[in-house]
Structure formats: structure tokens, C-alpha cells
């Protein structure tokens, strides 16, 4: 067994559709500079599901070495880590139900996420994208799982390897081996960029924020006469470039929902491209497409809506 400590650990996930194929990828870095990488997929799961695999596996890695030194944690996903860090405990307190009543989802992984965790592990936000080689290095292998691609994976002499990889196969039978080998999945030739929603919207109010906090954009204090005209969309002459914007519409209200954000009215308008004034006047729960759309009343007493697949 190599005498090397962990030090740090990156994971991400990636998921062509939301829900669709998906996968995960976990990067390992030891003090002796080696590396030990981990993936996996699954046909049919969400962005946020692959991102908690990805971090379930790290965990079970680094709890499989024997290592009592700490470790830094680098995920891309505020969902993941505001979960662990700040939601988790609030969530059981409550029986698993959010700020508004609802269940949490993803519990399952949740549960197994606080199972796993220790004071070892300090849990860092790294941007997506922004060039991180540790963080890119997952996203390839995520991407790679998400399309059925074959990937080489850096495997490190670590005898503890094998226990950890073989006890996240024993747990969920269902997933796809960690090992880089081909996956039987129908997935499309490129798989969908992940949304990160700070760039997308201002950041909303989290599940189990109790302080006020500035409301992105537009207040509904504000008369309706200041509220912007909203003009559809003018379609291209493409007709593969418009479906592919209405698509990435799509994936956005999936992500919207998946995350629980809570949305002002200007930014469901902007959304779906309906008037502000219009969608005023809808009593709420209201279904648009394949989600319904309910009004909530946050601490503060502002205002917001959320959105909920069916």
C-alpha cells in the first residue's frame, strides 16, 4: 500500500437531457503526486444526482483509506455543497421537508452524503469551467460517462482501492461500473452544458434562508406599469437552432426545479415568455408545459415562485 496522503479530491457530474443519461466523475490527488480517478453512469438520472454520486464516491474513497489528516473537497455544485454544509441538518430536523413543506429530493443520496461525511473533509466551491485542471479533468470523465464513451481512467497502487470501488457497486447495483469501459447507452452525440444558476439568475433565496436578503431584479411592490413589455422571441431561419433554444429553455425550467430556486415575477416572465401582468393574474398552482408553477411566501414576506416537474 502506497504510505502517500490524500490531499485534495474533485468531483463533478453531467447529464445529457435533465433527466437522461448521466455521469460522474471523481479526481483524487495524493501528496506524491499520483492520482487516482474514479467514474460512473446511469441511464436514466439528473445533473444534481450525479454531481451527490460523484461526491458519494469520493467519500466512500477517503473513508476506505484509513486517513485521519484532513482534505479539501472541490465540487462545482452549490446545490451539493450548501447541502452538505448548511441544508442537511435543517432537512432532518424537519423530517426531510424543505423551508416551504416539501420533500427534499434526492434524499436517498442525501442521507448517504451525511452518512459519509466527517470533520476531515472541508468542502470547497470551485467555479465550473474556469480552467481548474482538477475540475475540468471531472468534467471530461462526467461527460464521457453521460455519453457512453469509453475514457482511460489513472488508477494509483492503492490497496483499498478495490474495497471502495466494490462497496459503491454493492450499494447501488444499479450503476455502471466505475471502471473505463464502454457504457450501454443510448445517449445524443453531445451532451448538455451544465447550467450553472448564479450565471443564469441572481442568486434566490436558499431552502433554509431566514434572513432577509436582497430580491433579485423585480419586486412585486413595484406598480405593474413599470414592468417591461415582453416580446416572443423572433424564430430564426434555422429550424434546428430554434428547437434547439426552446430545448435549452426547457433544461433551464428543469434546473430551476430541480434546485428549488425560488423566481420573481420579471424572471418566470422572461422564462417563459409570458407578461408579467399575465401571469399576475393566474391562480396559483398553475401548469405550464411539464411543470407546475406555485406561488410561496418567503420569511421576509416577499413574494417569489417555484417551480415543480410533474
Given at each position: 500500500m502506497a504510505s502517500s496522503k490524500i490531499e485534495r479530491i474533485y468531483t463533478?457530474?453531467?447529464?445529457?437531457?435533465?433527466?437522461?443519461?448521466?455521469?460522474?466523475?471523481?479526481?483524487?490527488?495524493?501528496?506524491?503526486?499520483?492520482?487516482?480517478?474514479?467514474?460512473?453512469?446511469?441511464?436514466?438520472?439528473?445533473?444534481?444526482?450525479?454531481?451527490?454520486?460523484?461526491?458519494?464516491?469520493a467519500l466512500e474513497f477517503f473513508a476506505a483509506s484509513g486517513q485521519t489528516t484532513p482534505i479539501v473537497l472541490y465540487t462545482d455544485s452549490?446545490?451539493?455543497?450548501?447541502?452538505?454544509?448548511?441544508?442537511?441538518?435543517?432537512?432532518?430536523?424537519?423530517?426531510?421537508?424543505?423551508?416551504?413543506?416539501k420533500p427534499v429530493l434526492n434524499q436517498d443520496l442525501w442521507e448517504e452524503l451525511d452518512r459519509l461525511n466527517s470533520p476531515q473533509v472541508e468542502w470547497q466551491y470551485v467555479r465550473g469551467h474556469s480552467g481548474d485542471p482538477g475540475?475540468?479533468?471531472?468534467?471530461?470523465?462526467?461527460?464521457?460517462?453521460?455519453?457512453?464513451?469509453?475514457?482511460y481512467l489513472q488508477q494509483r497502487s492503492f490497496d483499498r482501492t478495490d474495497a471502495a470501488t466494490s462497496q459503491s457497486e454493492t450499494q447501488q447495483p444499479e450503476k455502471q461500473s466505475l471502471a473505463a469501459s464502454s457504457l450501454e447507452i443510448s445517449s445524443p452525440e453531445a451532451s448538455v452544458s451544465q447550467l450553472t444558476m448564479t450565471e443564469l439568475l441572481e442568486p434566490s433565496l436558499s431552502p433554509e434562508s431566514t434572513s432577509e436578503k436582497a430580491v433579485p431584479?423585480?419586486?412585486?411592490?413595484?406598480?405593474?406599469?413599470?414592468?417591461?413589455?415582453?416580446?416572443?422571441t423572433n424564430p430564426t431561419t434555422n429550424p434546428s437552432m430554434d428547437l434547439k433554444l426552446r430545448l435549452e429553455t426547457l433544461r433551464m425550467a428543469d434546473e430551476i426545479a430541480d434546485r428549488q430556486y425560488?423566481?420573481?415575477?420579471?424572471?418566470?416572465?422572461?422564462?417563459?415568455q409570458l407578461e408579467p401582468?399575465?401571469?399576475?393574474?393566474?391562480?396559483?398552482?398553475?401548469?405550464?408545459?411539464?411543470?407546475?408553477?406555485?406561488?410561496?411566501?418567503?420569511?421576509?414576506g416577499e413574494q417569489f415562485w417555484q417551480l415543480q416537474r410533474l
Open positions: 463533478d457530474g453531467a447529464c445529457a437531457g435533465n433527466p437522461g443519461p448521466g455521469g460522474w466523475g471523481t479526481v483524487i490527488y495524493f501528496a506524491d503526486g499520483t492520482v487516482q480517478e474514479l467514474g460512473g453512469g446511469d441511464p436514466q438520472t439528473t445533473n444534481n444526482r450525479m454531481e451527490m454520486q460523484a461526491a458519494v464516491s452549490e446545490y451539493l455543497r450548501k447541502g452538505v454544509t448548511q441544508w442537511l441538518a435543517g432537512w432532518k430536523r424537519k423530517g426531510w421537508k424543505t423551508a416551504t413543506g475540475n475540468e479533468r471531472c468534467d471530461e470523465i462526467a461527460r464521457a460517462f453521460s455519453q457512453g464513451r469509453t475514457l431584479s423585480l419586486k412585486l411592490s413595484e406598480s405593474p406599469a413599470a414592468w417591461p413589455t415582453m416580446k416572443a425560488f423566481i420573481t415575477t420579471l424572471e418566470l416572465a422572461q422564462l417563459i401582468t399575465t401571469i399576475e393574474q393566474k391562480a396559483s398552482p398553475w401548469v405550464w408545459r411539464n411543470w407546475q408553477i406555485d406561488r410561496v411566501t418567503h420569511a421576509t
